[in-house]
């Protein structure tokens, strides 16, 4: 198949994507925003439950048109031996595979690791699922609320006196998409690079939910070794800076931050009390976090008095780190957004004009870019399997008539 040219650092990468929903989504649309030819794959009488998310805008999904963006779609059959046979004829010169099914489904359609790696000795096989490909709970069905509560992570979000919270994104999936892209460009890395030019062999990399957001919580497994301690919920405090926290203002909220000493004596500074930069209960970070309460009652005392800008600007003339809390429409009229960059334009064929968040990093010489939103399902059909993969055109209409494409 003839690469598709597209802007950005990984043009030339070839991924075949045959997961659903967000962790393998997301993954491939990071990789695609940076110029992969990403090939999303999805059943031809069902498609990607997010195509069915909400919000809509004319009858189509936001979701969809985010997460669907610079991929290329088509529809496939994996259960059928000629559709078994298509995906190994698509990944002869791939580079990248993204699976998500429940482990053992695609040995079961003959189309586990080992196979695919006969095709394609060099092929990045991604394996996501709820658990990883292996242990006692390996062949459980797993979302990531599930992971986000067996994490340690809805177990310390909250307030004290609230029950476990359970994030208002989808964390442990978006977690696990990042991470997997790490796992690509590793195993890239040591494929094509590495020690003495590469070992020019790819390999699995299994992706759980959970593995990804369990590493985030960093010190917390050498603390229950070492000392038996377990975190507990302290709602917006931090367990080793204050003051830290959302402080009410007389038309909203702030933010607030000071983990070094010279930040906290700004802020002490700057709400009118250089006393307590004396005080033994705040005078140094230990003695802060221990009186947090005391410390907050301080500080949003002062900060009641004030707008959030009005706040925002003393502190900041007092080098003092702060911040507003934004909602989704402040953050379209925030001039730093703006000269970023940050939200970017596209044309859409279902919805005309559709601004979309920036690939993120930024790169000064390959940058990533938009392309288009999410494609129609089936859409790149033609495209790939006439014009790439050579299918004769009688081969190719029995195929969709049967239903295998």
């Known amino acids: 198949m003839n690469a598709r040219e597209r802007q950005g650092p990984l043009d030339g990468l070839r ?44 009858g189509v999904s936001l979701w969809w048109k985010s997460i669907g963006r610079n991929k290329r779609c088509v529809t496939l059959d994996l259960s059928t031996p000629e559709g078994s046979a298509l995906l190994l004829a698509l990944i002869e010169d791939a580079d990248v595979l993204f699976e998500n099914f429940r482990p053992g489904t695609m040995e079961k359609w003959g189309l586990g690791p080992d196979r695919l790696h006969e095709e394609n000795p060099g092929l990045i096989v991604v394996r996501q699922s709820g658990y990883g490909q292996t242990g006692p709970k390996s062949d459980k069905p797993g979302f990531g609320t599930v992971a986000e509560g067996i994490t340690n992570w809805a177990h310390v979000n909250g307030f004290p006196d609230s029950k476990p919270l359970l994030p208002p994104i989808s964390l442990a999936d978006l977690t696990a998409a990042t991470f997997a892209v790490q796992g690509v460009m590793f195993g890239v890395f040591e494929r094509d690079v590495g020690r003495d030019g590469g070992s020019g062999r790819g390999q699995v990399v299994d992706m759980s939910l959970y593995e990804p957001l369990f590493r985030l919580f ?9 000392l038996g301690a377990v975190r507990e919920r302290i709602g917006n405090h931090h ?31 700057a709400v009118g009390r250089p006393d307590l930069i004396d005080d033994p209960r705040f005078a140094d970070n230990e003695s802060r976090v221990e009186h947090a309460d005391e410390l907050d009652e301080v500080i949003e005392a002062w ?36 000269a970023r960059n940050d939200i970017v334009e596209t044309e859409d064929e279902d919805l005309g004009r559709l601004k979309t968040a920036a690939p993120v990093p930024r790169f000064t010489r390959t940058p990533g870019a938009v392309d288009h939103a999410g494609p129609g399902h089936g859409q790149h059909n033609d495209e790939v399997y006439l014009s790439e993969l050579g299918l004769d055109r009688g081969e190719y209409d029995r195929l969709r008539e049967e239903g295998v494409i």
Not at 218 to 226: F, I, M, N, Q
Not at 242 to 269: C, K, W
Request: proline share 5%; net charge negative.
């Open 303 to 338: 900060t009641r008095e004030r707008s959030t800008e009005e706040a925002i600007a003393e502190m900041e003339a007092a080098d003092a780190i702060v911040g507003p809390v934004y909602d989704m429409g402040d953050i379209f009229e925030d001039e730093q957004y703006a």
């Open 218 to 226: 960093l010190s917390e497994v050498e603390a229950y070794d070492r």
């Open 239 to 269: 367990e080793n800076a204050a003051p830290r926290n959302v402080y009410e203002t007389a038309d909203g909220h702030m933010t607030l931050s000071a983990s070094a000493q010279s930040i906290f004596e700004n802020v002490a500074e």
């Open 15 to 58: 991924v075949v994507d045959c997961s659903g929903m967000i962790a393998g989504g997301f993954a491939t649309t990071q990789l695609a925003d940076f110029g992969a030819d990403v090939i999303k794959i999805e059943h031809p009488e069902g498609t990607d439950p997010l195509r069915e998310w909400p919000p809509y805008d004319e």
